[in-house]
């Protein structure tokens, strides 16, 4: 069974400090997708990125960067210089390759609320 | 990109009512749509998945006859929650699955997510 793992249930930081969340999975699958989604309180979620278990480089999205570390089973995110508008609760996500069976079911974290004050 | 809507945003109904809730892909064909379930301060749990023309296939321990899925198009899906009560009160999710696919043998598919509903039972 799949599973992901976020523990970090709330984080607070002050603008400008850099800040990054865990996401530690499980999975049996050779082949999987690995997901961050940021859902502001509004409720819809973002799509921020996919990355498939054959990449492991890691990722520079403007202040967003992700570490894809497939030997601890790992997929953290960091906000650089964070500010008041990246205070949401992120989610990191699972999904099996479509041809295993799975249809591409996501399998979500518990999420981290993440508050970046002034 | 993609669009995926949820109709209603948000809708209050009295306990026992039935509320069906609407997912629809707008600009894309979707032979798979997700419908997951967000209680407060918790993560999404995936209900159901529903496939254009069958039967839904629902996750261990969502009862099929409480929430009721119809596929009956490519564009649409609706989730009816039956005899409503207020532990139904929830944010409820959709999500479809377009026909992008990348990565060769081991495909993956894009899901879109409608932009949720939320339901509140008095």
């Known amino acids: 069974a799949q599973k992901v793992t976020q523990a970090q249930t709330e984080i607070s930081v002050v603008e400008k400090e850099d800040v990054t969340l865990d996401c530690v999975y499980e999975?049996?699958?050779?082949?999987?997708?690995l997901f961050w989604y940021k859902q502001p309180p509004s409720g819809e979620l973002v799509f921020l990125i996919r990355?498939?278990?054959?990449?492991?480089q890691n990722e520079i999205s403007g202040r967003y960067s992700w570490n894809f570390q497939k030997s601890t089973s790992s997929f953290n995110f960091t906000i650089t210089a964070s500010q008041v508008v990246d205070s949401a609760v992120y989610f990191c996500?699972?999904?099996?390759?479509?041809?295993?069976?799975?249809?591409?079911?996501?399998?979500f974290g518990t999420g981290t609320q993440l508050k970046v004050e002034l | 990109g993609a669009v995926v809507s949820q109709h209603p945003s948000r809708v209050i109904c009295k306990s026992g009512t039935s509320v069906k809730i609407e997912c629809r892909s707008l600009?894309?064909?979707?032979?798979?749509m997700f419908w997951y379930r967000q209680f407060p301060k918790q993560s999404l749990m995936l209900m159901a998945t529903?496939?254009?023309?069958?039967?839904?296939?629902?996750e261990q321990g969502v009862e099929k006859d409480k929430f009721l899925i119809n596929h009956a198009s490519l564009t649409l899906s609706t989730l009816t929650v039956t005899s409503a009560h207020p532990e139904d009160s929830s944010f409820y999710i959709c999500?479809?699955?377009?026909?992008?696919?990348?990565?060769?043998?081991?495909?993956?598919?894009?899901?879109?997510f409608g932009p949720g509903t939320r339901l509140t039972v008095l």
């Open positions: 999500s479809a699955r377009g026909p992008y696919s990348s990565g060769g043998l081991s495909s993956y598919n894009e899901q879109f």
């Open positions: 999975t049996r699958d050779t082949t999987y997708y």
């Open positions: 990355r498939n278990s054959f990449d492991e």
């Open positions: 996500a699972l999904s099996e390759a479509a041809l295993t069976g799975g249809g591409n079911k996501l399998t």
């Open positions: 600009d894309f064909q979707a032979t798979t």
């Open positions: 529903s496939n254009e023309g069958s039967k839904a296939t629902y």
